[in-house]
C-alpha cells in the first residue's frame, strides 16, 4: 500500500519537495497545526462520535476489547511514540484478525503496515493513524468518503476499497484492500524512465473515469498525484530501452527499462477529499500539481483535480514532474513558460495574499526572482509541444491537445473530465482497436 499522508492547514510543508522529487512520506518535514474544528472544508461536528459511527454490535464488543485479545495472543500494551505512532513488532498480532507482517510506509498520518487476515485469508494493508485527537478526527472523515465511494464503485475498479475499520488501542486503524506500487514508486525504481504512450494512454482514460466518477457524487479529491495512485498489481517485465540502445550493451541493466505488465490503476488517500463548495479558497493539492487559481487565491472547485492530471499525465511521459519548484511566483513563472502568459483578468483578480506576484497588470517575472538559480530553472523549460515532442514517438498531436485543453488557466474553460474521456486521444485509440 502507498503511504498516506493525511494533509492539513495550511500546507506549508507541502511546497518544501525537492527539485529532485525525494520520496514524499516519512522524510516530509513536521506539519504545522491543524485549524481546529475544521479538516479540508468540512465541520468536525457533522461528524458523530466513534462509538455512534460503529454498527451496534462493533460498540458493545470494543469495550471489552483489549480483555478479549490479551487471551487470544494481543501483543503487551506499548505507549506509542513521541509522535504518536503505534509501537508494533514483526510478527504480532493487531487485533485477533490480523498479524503483521511488514511495514510499507509512513507518513504525516502515521503508518501503513502488511498484514495478513486471518478471517479472510488473504494479505492487505492497514492504515494506523496516529493517536492524536485530530489526526483521528481526519480519519473518520476519510472512513465517511471511502464508504460513500464503495457504496457506488459496485465494481470497486476506480478507488482503492476499504475492507474494514476499527479503534485499537487509541489508534483508528483502516484495513484496504493491498495492491501494488504506486506511479511514482515504479517510475523511482525505474530511474525515472518514461512510460510507454499506449500505457499512458490507458492510465489516463482510468484516472480520468474515477474523477468523473467522484465528481459526479459532488467529491473534489483535492490531492492527484503519481504518489496517489496505486497499480493494481505489482508484477511487471523488462524491455528494451531504446533511448539508451545506441550507448550501453545489451547486457548493462540501463539497456532495459521496466513497464508494469497491467495498466490496471487505482486512486487512493481521500485524506483530503471534500465535498464541492462555493468560494472554496484555503491552498489544496502537492505544489507539483496545484492549479493556478489555487496559487493564486481565486477558489477552487472541479477543475483543480483535473489541472493535477494533466500534470500527472505529462510526468508519465517524460519521468520527471513537469512543475519542479517550491516557491509561487516561480511556479506560475514555469506555467508562462510551459504553456504561454497567464490571462490578465486572473492575475487581476488574485488575492491579496498573491498580489505581490503581479505588477503592472502582468507576472512579477524575472524582476521578482529569489535568485539567478530560480530563473535558470525556469529558462531551461520547453513549452509544451516540444516537451512532448522529445518524448513521443506517435500519438503526440493528440496528447498535446488533450493536455492543453487539462491545463488551461481558466478553471471555467478547462475541459471537465467527461469531456476529456470524449478526446480523440482516447477516441482514436478505441477505434484501431
Not at 497545526?33 to 479540508?40: I, P, R, Y
Not at 476506480?158 to 484495513?175: A, E, G, K, S, T
Not at 474523477?211 to 508484477?235: C, G, R, Y
Not at 535568485?371 to 498535446?400: F, T, W, Y
Request: hydrophobic fraction near 35%.
Amino acid at each position: 500500500m502507498e503511504t498516506e499522508r493525511v494533509t492539513e492547514f495550511p500546507f506549508a510543508y507541502l511546497d518544501r519537495r525537492p527539485r529532485k522529487r525525494a520520496r514524499l512520506g516519512w522524510d516530509v518535514p513536521q506539519a504545522p497545526k491543524a485549524q481546529v474544528g475544521m479538516f479540508c472544508g468540512q465541520e468536525l461536528g457533522n461528524v458523530t462520535s466513534y462509538a455512534s459511527l460503529m454498527a451496534p454490535s462493533e460498540t458493545s464488543t470494543i469495550s471489552l476489547f483489549d480483555k478479549e485479545v490479551t487471551r487470544n495472543g494481543s501483543p503487551p500494551w506499548r505507549e506509542d511514540d513521541k509522535d504518536g505512532h503505534y509501537m508494533f513488532s514483526l510478527g504480532e498480532n493487531l487485533t485477533t484478525r490480523y498479524k503483521i507482517q511488514s511495514k510499507m510506509g509512513e507518513g504525516t498520518f502515521g503508518q501503513v503496515l502488511e498484514c495478513w487476515d486471518r478471517e479472510k485469508r488473504e494479505m492487505v494493508a492497514i492504515k494506523i493513524v496516529r493517536g492524536i485527537k485530530k489526526y483521528r478526527e481526519a480519519a473518520m472523515i476519510e472512513i465517511e468518503v471511502l464508504q460513500q465511494l464503495g457504496k457506488h464503485d459496485k465494481g470497486g475498479n476506480r478507488c482503492v476499497q476499504l475492507r474494514n475499520w476499527f479503534d485499537y488501542r487509541n489508534h483508528i486503524c483502516i484495513v484496504f484492500e493491498k495492491l501494488g506500487p504506486s506511479l511514482y514508486d515504479f517510475l523511482k525504481k525505474n530511474n525515472y524512465r518514461s512510460f510507454p504512450i499506449d500505457l499512458v494512454r490507458e492510465i489516463g482514460r482510468q484516472l480520468l473515469e474515477c474523477v468523473a466518477f467522484m465528481h459526479d457524487l459532488v467529491f473534489i479529491h483535492t490531492d492527484l498525484k503519481p504518489e496517489n495512485i496505486l497499480l493494481v498489481s505489482q508484477d511487471y517485465i523488462k524491455v528494451p530501452d531504446y533511448n539508451k540502445s545506441s550507448s550501453r550493451s545489451p547486457k548493462d541493466s540501463s539497456y532495459f527499462k521496466r513497464v508494469p505488465k497491467s495498466s490496471a490503476i487505482k486512486v487512493i488517500d481521500f485524506g483530503s477529499t471534500t465535498y464541492e463548495r462555493q468560494d472554496q479558497t484555503y491552498i489544496v493539492s502537492t505544489r507539483h500539481y496545484r492549479a493556478p487559481e489555487v496559487i493564486l487565491g481565486l477558489g477552487w472547485t472541479y477543475p483543480c483535480d483535473v489541472w493535477s492530471i494533466g500534470c500527472i499525465l505529462v510526468e508519465l511521459c517524460t519521468g520527471e514532474a513537469l512543475f519542479q519548484t517550491h516557491e509561487n511566483l516561480e511556479h506560475l513563472a514555469m506555467m508562462e513558460r510551459v504553456l504561454g502568459s497567464l490571462p490578465q483578468h486572473m492575475l487581476k483578480r488574485a488575492d491579496r495574499h498573491a498580489e505581490k506576484y503581479v505588477r503592472r497588470g502582468r507576472l512579477d517575472w524575472p524582476e521578482g526572482a529569489a535568485s539567478r538559480e530560480s530563473i535558470r530553472a525556469v529558462q531551461k523549460l520547453p513549452r509544451l509541444q516540444n516537451l512532448i515532442m522529445q518524448h513521443v514517438d506517435h500519438s503526440a498531436g493528440d496528447l498535446i491537445h488533450l493536455l492543453q485543453g487539462l491545463l488551461r488557466y481558466d478553471p471555467s474553460d478547462r475541459l471537465s473530465a467527461r469531456e476529456a474521456l470524449r478526446h480523440s486521444f482516447f477516441t482514436k485509440d478505441s477505434l484501431r482497436r
